[in-house]
């Protein structure tokens, strides 16, 4: 688990919900204070599909790429938002190929999501990463793992950043 600050706010928000730069996760939530509070559950409801549609449902949440269009229309506006907090999962693609890639052996059968913090308040950025586990897990090398991914990932989008510790 790692803890990030971007250094450059307006390009990091941009990034996120303008650009299809963060389309590879998923939303899990996310919390957003305006002049009203939402609060949004990610989690797919496969009653809500046709039985055809319902069928092809293999993720658990959201794709960021539907629900960055609706959060943008939220947040726009002359006002930022009072702050908001978020957390978005690796899809389960990139997960199972960013695990093929660095761990050829294999990885634990508990391994449940890469998953990243995104909080904005008083005009700043933090974003925390974690790994999450059906079970108890001792190994902490698929964690590792994704710290190393994630800002390697934010350094080739072009996302200045600062480690914090």
């Not at 959201?62 to 609706?70: D, K, L, N, T």
């Not at 002359?78 to 997960?95: C, G, I, Q």
């Not at 050829?104 to 508990?110: I, N, Q, R, W």
């Not at 998953?115 to 008083?122: G, K, L, M, Q, T």
Request: hydrophobic residues 40%; negative net charge.
């Amino acid at each position: 688990m790692i803890l990030i600050t971007a250094d450059n706010p307006k390009d990091f928000m941009a990034k996120l919900l303008v650009s299809d730069v963060f389309d590879v996760f998923r939303m899990q939530e996310a919390s957003l204070i305006t002049s009203v509070t939402y609060n949004i559950n990610g989690r797919l409801r496969p009653d809500f599909y046709p039985s055809e549609e319902r069928e092809n449902l293999t993720e658990e949440f959201i794709a960021w790429s539907e629900m960055r269009p609706r959060l943008f229309e939220l947040i726009k506006g002359k006002n930022a938002p009072v702050s908001f907090r978020m957390t978005l999962s690796l899809d389960n693609a990139n997960m199972s190929a960013l695990m093929a890639k660095e761990s050829p052996e294999g990885h634990s059968d508990a391994l449940r999501a890469f998953v990243i913090n995104i909080r904005f308040e008083n005009g700043a950025v933090t974003i925390m990463t974690g790994t999450s586990y059906d079970s108890f897990v001792l190994d902490k090398s698929e964690e590792q793992i994704w710290d190393k991914a994630f800002v390697k990932f934010l350094s080739s989008k072009g996302i200045e950043f600062t480690p914090q510790q």
